[in-house]
T-cell receptor
Framework: NAGVTQTPKFRVLKTGQSMTLLCAQDMNHEYMYWYRQDPGMGLRLIHY???????AKGEVPDGYNVSRLKKQNFLLGLESAAPSQTSVYFC?????????????????FGPGTRLTVL | DQQVKQNSPSLSVQEGRISILNCDYT??????FLWYKKYPAEGPTFLIS?????DKNEDGRFTVFLNKSAKHLSLHIVPSQPGDSAVYFCAASRSNFGNEKLTFGTGTRLTIIP
């Protein structure tokens, strides 16, 4: 199993350009997430999905859109990139938890996409 | 508003000694806590977790302690090994059916000195 994969690994954009980051998981997980990691900020949730065809906003959703057309894929789109979106983006997936006293199951992360917006 | 805080950006520990990483949280609704480990150019990987109904959870060299009254948790690594050098993130979640979001701290870079 490949786990969680992300495409591309690196990308440089000019301000105003658009792009889509692809996340794919082969673990049949219901839940998928997009995070960004910035120095001194930890990981912040952008958007997430609790199932095929559903998406929801996280902590920092502005400037991003997402789609979950297939259970195994979660796409993150930047319609008009800005320098403030320079970051490392991580995708993650998980199962719904079924264990008593456990409010979230383990999230499995992809290797990340390093995006620079000039 | 940083709900999960890791106040030490970095920590250096001699090989074989104990490493103690600390994490504080402000949201009393959090009821489940996790530690993730991250190597450069890789995604975070799950390390250990603890439910708010416990005050300690142990897994091999790794032990997490939770002090609910102080809203504080710590990760102990004993003995520390060179392969433990990484960035460690504390994360927290709250029970909410169908919504299993994690709130992460800013991370602590642990360096094990041979």
């Amino acid at each position: 199993n490949a786990g969680v994969t992300q495409t591309p690994k690196f990308r440089v954009l000019k301000t105003g350009q658009s792009m889509t980051l692809l996340c794919a998981q082969d673990m049949n997980h219901e839940y998928m997430y997009w995070y960004r990691q910035d120095p001194g900020m930890g990981l912040r949730l952008i958007h997430y999905s609790v199932g095929e065809g559903t998406t929801a906003k996280g902590e920092v959703p502005d400037g991003y859109n997402v789609s979950r057309l297939k259970k195994q894929n979660f796409l993150l789109g930047l319609e008009s990139a800005a320098p403030s979106q320079t970051s490392v983006y991580f995708c993650a997936s998980s199962r719904p938890t079924t264990r008593p006293g456990v409010s979230t199951d383990t999230q499995y992360f992809g290797p990340g996409t390093r995006l620079t917006v000039l | 508003d940083q709900q999960v805080k890791q106040n030490s950006p970095s920590l250096s520990v001699q090989e074989g000694r104990i490493s103690i990483l600390n994490c504080d949280y402000t949201n009393s609704m959090f009821d489940y806590f996790l530690w993730y480990k991250k190597y450069p150019a890789e995604g975070p990987t799950f390390l250990i977790s603890i439910s708010s109904i416990k005050d300690k959870n142990e897994d091999g060299r790794f032990t997490v302690f939770l002090n609910k009254s102080a809203k504080h948790l710590s990760l102990h690594i004993v003995p520390s090994q060179p392969g433990d050098s990484a960035v460690y993130f504390c994360a927290a979640s709250r029970s909410n059916f169908g919504n299993e979001k994690l709130t992460f701290g800013t991370g602590t870079r642990l360096t094990i000195i041979p």
